[in-house]
Nanobody
């Protein structure tokens, strides 16, 4: 069974740093784009950062210069290093990945993790 599992969330003071991780497990035969999304209370889920299989990255304007997305293709891991955190960064952070889960199929499907809570206090 293919799974994405986030870890590393928690409570941090404004100005602090935190790293969240996402582990992909199960029968995986390829991962293309991976991304971090977040959902604040009462708001829609938004894309925070994404990274392609060759390392090209993109960020929402509000986190540029503060967050860094990275991946380890050998370990099927995704990371988000967050620094200079602000209260508005509070939310549930979700991992998303486009994965190929059948050896002889060329198709990729999106998968989601269950999320990890990040709370930034002022």
């Amino acid at each position: 069974q293919v799974q994405l599992r986030e870890s590393g969330g928690g409570l941090v003071q404004a100005g602090g740093s935190l790293r969240v991780s996402c582990a992909a497990s199960g029968p995986i035969f390829g991962i293309r784009r991976m991304g971090w999304y977040r959902q604040a209370p009462g708001k829609q889920r938004e894309l925070v950062a994404q990274i392609t299989s060759v390392g090209s990255t993109d960020y929402v304007d509000s986190v540029k210069g503060r967050f860094t997305i990275s991946r380890d293709n050998d370990k099927n891991m995704l990371y988000l290093q967050m620094s200079s955190l602000k209260p508005e960064d509070t939310g549930v952070y979700y991992c998303n990945a486009e994965m190929k889960t059948r050896l002889y199929s060329g198709s990729y499907s999106p998968f989601w993790g269950q999320g990890t809570q990040v709370t930034v206090s002022s």
